[in-house]
């Protein structure tokens, strides 16, 4: 497994911004695909984005399409959530995950490694 950290949550005003950070010390970090899920209180946890070793392919959930864009730096083993136009009901904890499987999918059981998540509050 690969261990991930988190950064940059925060509480923002609704039509803000925020840029989500997470980092690895895996030396392999650019052959895994990596992903945003996020969990809001008494929800299941939903899937955010995810690309692709390269970071040409990208996938996201509709709920964010449009508002939210995931990139990577595979130079410095960093995985990027840039959150635009944020919306109350985008109040969570985010989480960053990876898998070193080549497929790009929504699904959180493909994923094998977590962060331990950072929290996003946007308020009204």
């Known amino acids: 497994q690969v261990q991930l950290v988190e950064s940059g949550g925060g509480l923002v005003q609704a039509g803000g911004s925020l840029r989500l950070s997470c980092t690895t010390s895996?030396?392999?970090?650019?052959?895994?695909?990596m992903g945003w899920f996020r969990q809001a209180p008494e929800k299941e946890r939903e899937f955010v984005a995810c690309l692709s070793w390269t970071g040409v392919n990208t996938l996201y959930a509709n709920s964010v399409k449009g508002r939210f864009t995931i990139s990577r730096d595979n130079a410095k083993n960093t995985v990027y959530l840039q959150m635009n136009s944020l919306k109350p009901e985008d109040t969570a904890t985010y989480f960053c995950?990876?898998?070193?499987?080549?497929?790009?999918?929504?699904?959180?059981?493909?994923?094998?490694?977590w962060g331990r998540g950072t929290q996003v509050t946007v308020s009204p």
């Open positions: 995950a990876a898998t070193r499987t080549s497929d790009i999918t929504p699904l959180a059981s493909n994923f094998d490694s």
């Open positions: 895996e030396r392999t970090f650019s052959r895994h695909v």
